[in-house]
């Protein structure tokens, strides 16, 4: 075994999936030193996760990988439906065009050629080294770093890093080393899950729907280019053992035409859907993301997004602290934020999961009847759920010390023009803090200090003009950002490096008070060191 010392990484992060990838990625890109560390020897190259929605698009451009993306995914046409065993409509989901964040609303992929997109690019960063085949089999925390003990063909090796980040999965070994507790809903349902390739190509329309029968809810699914995705609901006479076969795979598929002839399966599984999450995510140095931190039934497509939504919260936050711009109890609003949000995603996907997994006759009847009577609308047609807003955490606060209004909501990204150049706003100003102003005007309350701290942040200031904009200003859309800004009342917005508004100003003396806020949140002297472990984290973790 190697004892000597190594070097210290900023940051290790366990599990090289598509969120450790993003989270290396990201944070290799602000120049930080990592080390990904993943315990299989060889990318896995079968098919998981299969969707994201607009505001991953977005977070992929912030990641510098917008055009590799888009090359490896299917963005939806059409509507995603649920239908009935008659084949009457339920309801109907526009998931066509443009979303808010400037990219299609929705879109499928392969998770491998995904991975290899996102892979290729964190190994490409100068600053990250990514070691497969390395297992993490003990961990140990000490004042300033961690110390990780790895297991691989080299044999055992000792890994020191500032902050160590899970990512290894529902499993997770650093969630092992926590003392956290978890919350778990009690949702189960077991789901054989066949990914295909057909051999012709052909439109799929609805390229994705639901079948809500009761003799066998179904879910049929684009699976990336080239690919389509069946998921079929275990019955309750039926074991998984017996459900998880080829023969039964192939027997499912046979009603949709698909046989050996015309289709290759790719993978069979059963999976079993959950709903719980983690309810600290950050303890002294070690951090959970992804499924390490939640899991979701799939019903919304949620489940790898929110995984990429905790990757960029959590790597601006950590990338201001290992660059001494912030104290280290910034990364406790990692937990409040994302959890708040993660519960919304996760019980939205429960309410659609409690329509869809309906077996007993009589009473998808009756839920046919009241969703055809709401015209298959899915604002009445599907329980009601509050919209996905961050918990408390980097957040403009009013005067009275309550949350200000409509903060922590995801901002839209519309295309602006600046020295001649039209493009999406984040490719102009390269992401990051973001202040966005009606003219220059409000910017003569901003003095020296507030410069000085938007500067040292990354920020851009964004002053934006309609019809025709001054030099090293922008020209905005016509329906862009000053139509909703004036609408609101709003000279200013400040929006964060993970596209959520952290608050905005009515006048420009208000906007001075705004970027103060942000640097005291930023510069909270209530944590001047990392907060002290639990006592089960000071404790050597023993191999497995």
Known sequence: MNKSPSTLHDVAIVGFGPVGQLLSLLLGRAGHDVIALERWPHPYDLPRAVHFDHEVGRIFQA????????????????????????????????????????????????????????????????????????????????????????????????????????????????????????????????????????????????????LCDPERPTTIVSGGPGRRRWEFLRLPHESIEELNTLDTAWKLLEPWGRTPDNTTIERHTVYTFQARWVDRWREGRLILAGDAAHQMPPFAGQGMCSGMRDAINLAWKLGLVLDGRADAALLDTYTSERSEHVQHAIGTSMALGEVICVLDHDAATARDRRMIAAGADPQHALPPTPPPVLGNGVLQQAPDGSRA??????????????????????????????????????????????????????????????????????????????????????????????????????????????????????????????????????TAIAER
């Not at 000085?452 to 851009?460: N, S």
């Not at 929006?495 to 949140?521: K, M, T």
């Open 63 to 210: 990641a510098g990988i917008a055009e590799e993306v888009r090359k490896v995914t299917d963005p939806v046409p059409d509507h995603y439906e649920w239908r009935n065993a008659d084949g009457e409509a339920l309801v109907s989901i526009d998931w066509s065009g443009i979303g808010p964040s400037g990219w299609p609303t929705a879109n499928f992929f392969s998770q491998p050629q995904l991975e290899a997109v996102l892979a290729e690019a964190a190994a490409g960063q100068p600053t990250v080294t990514v070691r497969r085949g390395r297992e993490v089999t003990g961990l140990q925390l000490g004042q300033e770093h961690v110390r990780l003990t790895t297991s691989g063909a080299e044999g055992e090796e000792l890994i020191h890093a500032r902050y160590l980040i899970g990512a290894d999965g529902a499993n997770s070994f650093v969630r092992s080393g926590m003392a956290t507790s978890v919350t778990d809903l009690g949702f189960f349902y077991d789901w054989l899950i066949v990914d295909t390739q057909p051999h012709e190509q052909a439109e799929w329309s609805p390229m994705n729907w639901q």
């Open 405 to 538: 209004p409509n903060v922590g909501h995801l901002t839209p990204q519309y295309e602006v023009t600046h020295q001649g150049r039209t493009a999406l706003l984040d490719d102009l100003t390269g992401g990051g803090f973001t202040v966005l102003t009606d003219g220059t005007g409000p910017l003569d309350a901003l003095d020296a200090t507030d410069r000085d701290f938007l500067a040292g942040i990354g920020a851009t200031v964004v002053p934006l003009y309609q019809d025709s904009a001054p030099p090293d200003c922008y020209l905005d859309a016509p329906d862009g950002y000053l139509p909703h800004m004036r609408e609101h009342g709003h000279v200013a917005a400040l929006v964060r490096p993970d596209f959520y508004l952290f608050g905005a100003a009515a006048d420009a003396p208000a906007l001075h008070e705004l970027v103060g806020q942000l640097r005291e949140q930023l510069q909270d002297p209530a944590d001047t060191t990392d907060r002290a472990p639990s006592p089960k984290s000071l």
